[in-house]
Nanobody
Framework: QVKLVESGGGMVQPGGSLRLSCAAS????????MRWVRQAPGKGPEWVSG????????SYADSVKGRFTISRDNAKNQLYLQMNSLKPEDTALYYC????????????????WGQGTQVTVSS
């Protein structure tokens, strides 16, 4: 079965760094675009970053651009999010999500999500 497991969250002081990982299994990881999405308590989900199948195409929300870097290692079935210069506003539960593939060249919505990993930025 498709499985996504996030790790690497924790508590960090403002200005600090964390690297999140997402271990994928149960599918051909290299065939799927991946996303990072976060959700703060009482708020809706917020798209953070995306990466294409090969890893050469990346995009970021304005709120994290210049501070976060998304990457993937298809040989290891791993997705990463390097987070630097963290701010209290980055506090949230971070999820990795797979972008569904309706047919070649046609992407769907997020069909699978991990359980999330908590990131808390506080002094």
């Amino acid at each position: 079965q498709v499985k996504l497991v996030e790790s690497g969250g924790g508590m960090v002081q403002p200005g600090g760094s964390l690297r999140l990982s997402c271990a994928a299994s149960g599918f051909t990881f290299s065939n799927y675009d991946m996303r990072w999405v976060r959700q703060a308590p009482g708020k809706g989900p917020e798209w953070v970053s995306g990466i294409n199948t090969g890893g050469g195409g990346t995009s970021y929300a304005d709120s994290v651009k210049g501070r976060f870097t998304i990457s993937r290692d298809n040989a290891k079935n791993q997705l990463y999010l390097q987070m630097n210069s963290l701010k209290p506003e980055d506090t949230a539960l971070y999820y990795c999500a797979r972008v569904g593939l309706i047919q070649p060249g046609l992407l769907g919505g997020y069909d699978y999500w991990g359980q999330g990993t908590q990131v808390t930025v506080s002094s």
